[in-house]
């Protein structure tokens, strides 16, 4: 029988978040964990096999294997690419010098 370990797993919007702390087996990746967690029964928008996802802020693969005491962070998807959105800022910074 393998071992069980605790962990959570979070995610969150703007308005609400969840956090699911629960102990899986010893050797679980994040995917199985997200899928262990039931997080998607109350945010049908996961899709744990395609999620971004990170340990205490330190993006990972899904297939990375998670230890005692982790933190599983499910990321959502960037409504606006970063660096899009510093050249519109400069732009408009530019135009109202002139």
Same mark, same amino acid.
């Given at each position: 029988?393998?071992?069980l370990?605790?962990?959570e797993?979070?995610?969150?919007l703007?308005?609400r978040?969840q956090?699911?702390s629960?102990?899986?087996?010893e050797g679980?990746? =994040? $995917?199985t964990?997200?899928?262990l ?8 928008? +996961?899709?744990?096999? #395609?999620?971004?996802?990170?340990i205490?802020?330190?993006p990972?693969?899904l297939s990375?294997?998670v230890k005692a005491g982790d933190? =599983? $962070?499910?990321?959502r998807?960037l409504i606006?690419?970063p660096k899009?959105?510093?050249k +519109?800022?400069a732009? #408009?910074?530019?135009k109202n010098?002139?």
């Amino acid at each position: 029988m393998n071992k069980l370990i605790d962990i959570e797993v979070v995610y969150a919007l703007p308005d609400r978040q969840q956090l699911i702390s629960l102990p899986v087996p010893e050797g679980s990746s =994040i $995917e199985t964990c997200i899928n262990l967690s039931g997080i998607t029964k109350h945010f049908s928008e +996961i899709v744990a096999s #395609k999620a971004q996802v990170g340990i205490f802020s330190v993006p990972q693969k899904l297939s990375t294997i998670v230890k005692a005491g982790d933190r =599983i $962070e499910i990321y959502r998807p960037l409504i606006a690419d970063p660096k899009e959105m510093r050249k +519109i800022r400069a732009a #408009k910074l530019a135009k109202n010098k002139v």
